[in-house]
């Protein structure tokens, strides 16, 4: 006999906790499904525990530059528990009980589509006219020969060791793989980062790969860029070896391979109920509808592999249920790497504007050059912004930034491009001195728009 329900979510991330939370609020009778723990991979095993380490390894890199302050040790086993009790040690029991006392059915297992508004798990089956599939992302596992054999670690592994290895060899060269290596170094690994572009960061302006570069490289990471591995052996006494095209090699302890993710459309039933599935994940339209009654929100939809997004689409979907849908806008996505210094970005990068016609000015600005900022926040510090406009219109469509807690003011050129705001008004805002943010009316000031 089938249970009924107003709404079924599928998976407990941040963009189905986000539909949760605003379908309770909208007094909607609920099931929600998870195969694994309430909050999905960002609250145990990316997000929450890769920026809680992160920021150990800030704190000491921050000393270095502080005048008359010595670099702080650091105690491994109390870095370690803070860690776990930020995971919640991978228990979500209280979690749990935080939806039965809302009146939400939580069911723990594998969710099946068996056809429109009809859903099976653990031996239950579930009836509801809407569903919403969060079911997130897994990593993205290159077919490189030998490499299953050998062993490897992921974002899950990179974030839950226990002991700190000697040396990692890692596979990518984008935010993922740049937070974590840096973190490992800084923790006293070895790290060997190989890259088959040219330069990190390829989804971002040039710039910004070659800048961070130089960072990591400073820090003691050997950099192998423009190399691609072929072939993985491991040793008798565990040493991991990767073969490169060139012929040289990489050797380490242990081999992270963070080479981005791919949708979890596997098993789930979603041509059963008209969704489409393209390589890039579930097809939606701008109200995050996948098909009638269904709506799919977060990495599964492939459209932007962040926390924040899978929100903002939980959102739009628990909206659109609710009646009082709006269509989604992506022109101002944050893109932030917590690395040391920061990197972020947001709306489109220069070549991107170019290719939808637009007549692109560029402005690049050296904040230490420019800025008192740096000098005030520590010495040799310095950074870059970049700013991407539209000349015809006259406003930003792009900007990128490298510089300490880049992270936080980012965030006033996603506003700026969100709302369209006219370079005009940008220029005629008064920014607090001495502030990172000051770069933007400087940036603006060398904009030929």
């Not at 906790?17 to 999905?40: D, K, P, Y």
């Not at 040790?73 to 930020?86: E, I, L, N, P, T």
């Not at 509808?289 to 924040?308: K, L, N, S």
Request: charged share 25%.
């Amino acid at each position: 006999m089938s249970e009924r329900f107003d709404a079924i979510v599928i998976g407990t991330g941040p963009g189905g906790e986000s539909a949760i939370e605003r379908l309770q609020r909208g007094g909607m009778r609920l099931a929600v499904i998870e195969r694994e723990l309430i909050g999905g991979e960002c609250a145990y095993w990316a997000c929450i525990p890769s920026k809680t380490l992160l920021r150990v390894t800030a704190v000491r890199s921050e000393a270095r530059h502080v005048a008359g302050v010595a670099m702080p040790d650091f105690d491994w086993a109390q870095v370690a528990d803070y860690r776990d009790s930020m995971v919640r040690y991978h228990n979500d029991s209280k979690q749990a009980e935080a939806y039965a006392k809302q009146g939400i059915t939580f069911i723990r297992g594998e969710a099946r589509l068996l056809g429109p508004g009809h859903v099976e798990v653990a031996g239950r089956d579930l009836e509801a006219p809407r569903i919403v599939v969060a079911t997130g992302s897994q990593p993205r596992i290159p077919p490189i020969e030998g490499l299953q054999e050998a062993g490897y670690w992921t974002n899950r592994q990179a974030t839950s060791f226990s002991q700190i290895p000697e040396s990692v060899i890692v596979l990518g060269g984008s935010a993922q793989a740049i937070e974590l290596a840096q973190m490992l170094r800084r923790f006293g690994a070895e790290v060997t980062l190989i890259e088959r572009g040219h330069h990190l960061m390829s989804r971002e302006e040039p710039n910004v790969g070659i800048a961070i570069a130089e960072y990591l490289s400073a820090d003691g990471m050997v950099l192998r860029l423009n190399s691609e591995a072929v072939h993985v052996t491991k040793e008798r006494d565990g040493t991991r070896v990767v073969h490169l095209k060139d012929g040289s090699q990489a050797r380490g302890q242990q081999i992270l391979v963070a080479l981005g993710r791919v949708p979890q459309t596997e098993k789930l039933g979603l041509e059963k109920v008209g969704a489409t599935i393209t390589k890039h994940g579930v097809k939606v339209d701008e109200y995050c509808r996948a098909a009638p009654g269904v709506w799919a929100v977060g990495d599964v939809t492939g459209i932007g592999e962040f926390t924040h997004v899978a929100e903002y689409q939980g959102r739009i979907a628990a909206d659109d249920i609710l009646g009082r849908g709006h269509p989604a806008n992506y022109s101002a996505i944050p893109r932030v790497v917590f690395s040391d210094p920061e990197i972020a970005a947001t709306g489109m990068t220069s070549q991107q504007a170019r290719e939808q016609g637009i007549d692109v000015v560029l402005a690049d600005l050296d904040l230490a050059q420019t800025l008192s900022r740096p000098s005030t926040y520590g010495k040799n510090i310095d950074g870059h912004m970049g700013l991407i406009a539209d000349r015809k219109r006259g406003v930003l469509v792009g900007a990128w930034a490298i510089g300490p807690e880049a992270g936080e003011w980012i965030h006033q050129a996603v506003q700026a491009i969100r709302a369209a705001i006219p370079i005009s008004v940008l220029r005629d805002v008064i920014i607090q001195f001495p502030t990172f943010s000051e770069a933007y009316l400087y940036a603006l000031e060398k904009l030929d728009a």
